[in-house]
């Protein structure tokens, strides 16, 4: 298949971009002396994630217990379930182990790690637990110098468990798009999860792993003393709401919806594409921010920016793109029907979801579908 | 299964709701004179389009050639595909029909209809074509009183295709909130759709088939004289932009997602359950509307409402569960972790997208996995 004959609409990978993305990431965290591992979430597809691994990456994120199953499958051992375990998910937790899978699970309150460390001893099953540390009031997490973190720790230690270390994620670093500020966020995420590894070492605690990481503070750190590892995620495909914060240009966006022009309402200025939120997503991650880019920026079915082409609206089959400066009374011959389109996304994360498959465009225009999974 | 060891997160279907919305609709068109043909976008599975047609619907309406292909092979024959054809996408058109699928597809345009005939010569296939009637400027269609009706309609008979109807979308009745506001957009989807079909006629041209429909206008219209027959989707399962729209009642949403507690922030009042945008979907729907429900209002693991504890922020998969009036300082007794909640849904048709099967819920709590598909 070739981009020009792919129904639409079709989520696309510009490969040569991804693997830009992914050598970018990858050199930064060489460079800073850590370990990467990156967040599967965002793509959920074995062809992404071989190519993470092939550059460098040391096992992966994940963000359900369905992606850590699918890449164990793939051949990937060393995983961590980044979404604080509860109780009724520990037998699936199990069974991965058993099976051979070195899965981390992590926690971030008393009454969980009681309950790891009574069902691992009650299933003769030493968990790897890592304990995670709230760096900014973002979401979950205990604060570093909460004298609960310890408790946990020894609550693991106690019952029997590993305790296998420390991780934050800096959720709050999209909210940013300085350079100054991203350095800062970046450095009080380090500084903080650091600070809990050594209070738990001060403690008598074991704590191997620090690991740390968002996309926008991976790629903004100065330093990453006494860290260990960095994860990240949506660097892999970048989105306009990186671009936003300012941490990739719109030509690094490797993910883009391609579509076609169904139609017009002239009057208005307006060309109607197949490509609505189930194509793109119902993510407006862009709304808050300083540019906001509607449903998407309208790119050339070759990848070139359309000016200030917007999806303006988008209902579920149907988007709507209209340009922002001035209604362009000409569309029916800026883009008339059948006009093939790219819409940059707001969100790979979310874009990416919608679609059973990726259709990965190399160089010359060839195309072949990578599949991805959803569901839990 | 029952509801109490289902994994979580999961989308759940309440049984009774929704056969109750079903004959709600039905009923009401039933007292209207009109055939009804549902809009199976909203859930795309099987189980819940076969009580639909065991309840009086007559075909249904699709919003992807990939719906038409998986309810044709499930026995339904008589399909609209609501989204204007362009011609990429004719040879998969061409192929349903040729299996004996009723297939109907929609124009609003003379360059597309005149493809269309030229395509169905070439093929020696008679399509049956709708024009599409813009009602109130929501999106795509041709005004009632312009001269390109009858030039489309005109270029598709001469074409030798069959010209079977108008169809209209009033798209718009979303944005209202009183009975008077709805009973008058239903009469202006209802008179300016007859009005389109009347100058067909007058023309001397046949329009058959007068269809018209959006789930708060099919609730709200007073009486349909001229319509045919009526399309709606989301009334199936019903869901809070529906609850601020005026047409339902929270006890009447049928779908909601089933999520556990997996920690807190005692000091903001926050409960983090498992269930983020991934599960619930990013539509925001209520955002603009009179009342925002952030992602979703909480009710018991039994479906109670939890008077304004709600969804009040999203990661991919952690929700942040707040009470609205007040942070609820308690959090941690009135939501202990591990406590299992149900989220009432912004908008069905984009949360149920999320999820690879429904978990449909009898009254005695057992549960059956329902499937549903995406994808183009």
């Not at 008598?204 to 903004?220: K, Q, Y």
Request: proline share 3%; glycine share 10%.
């Amino acid at each position: 298949m070739s981009i020009h004959t792919l129904n639409t609409p079709a989520a696309l990978i510009d490969v040569a971009r991804m693997r830009h993305n992914i050598d970018r990431m990858q050199s930064q965290l060489d460079k800073l002396g850590v370990r990467f591992r990156p967040h599967v979430k965002t793509t959920k597809c074995k062809q992404v994630v071989e190519a993470q691994v092939a550059a460098g990456a040391c096992g992966i994120t994940v963000s359900t217990l369905k992606e850590a199953e699918q890449f164990f499958m793939n051949g990937v051992r060393d995983i961590v379930y980044a979404v604080g375990i509860v109780p009724t998910k520990l037998p699936q937790a199990l069974a991965l182990r058993q099976q051979g899978c070195d899965l981390k699970i992590v926690v971030d309150s008393l009454q969980v790690a009681r309950a790891v460390a009574d069902f691992g001893r009650e299933h003769d099953e030493r968990f790897e637990v890592w304990v995670e540390i709230d760096v900014d009031g973002h979401r979950s997490g205990i604060q570093a110098d909460d004298d609960l973190l310890v408790e946990v720790g020894r609550a693991l230690v106690e019952g029997g468990m590993t305790l296998g270390g420390v991780l934050a994620h800096a959720g709050s670093s999209y909210e940013y798009n300085t350079r100054a500020a991203l350095v800062q966020i970046a450095e009080q995420e380090r500084s903080r999860t650091v600070r809990a590894a050594e209070r738990l070492r001060a403690a008598g605690l074991p704590c191997p792993v620090v690991s740390v990481g968002s996309t926008p503070t991976a790629l903004s750190a100065e330093h990453l003393e006494g860290v260990t590892e960095v994860r990240a995620g949506v660097y892999v495909m970048f989105d306009l709401v990186m671009h936003n914060v300012g941490v990739c240009d719109l030509e690094n966006i490797a993910l883009s919806v391609l579509t076609t022009v169904i139609g017009h309402q002239e009057d208005k200025g307006w060309a109607i594409v197949d490509a609505g939120w189930m194509a793109l997503s119902r993510d407006r991650g862009t709304q808050k921010q300083a540019h906001d880019f509607g449903y998407g920026q309208v790119c050339t079915e070759d990848g070139r920016v359309l000016g200030d082409y917007l999806v303006s609206g988008a209902n579920q089959e149907h988007g709507i793109v209209a340009r922002v400066s001035k209604p362009d009374v000409n569309i029916t011959e800026t883009l008339p029907i059948g006009t093939r389109l790219r819409i940059l996304p707001n969100h790979a994360c979310a874009t990416g979801a919608q679609h059973p498959e990726y259709q990965a465009v190399n160089t010359d225009g060839s195309t072949e579908a990578w599949p991805r999974f959803y569901g839990w």
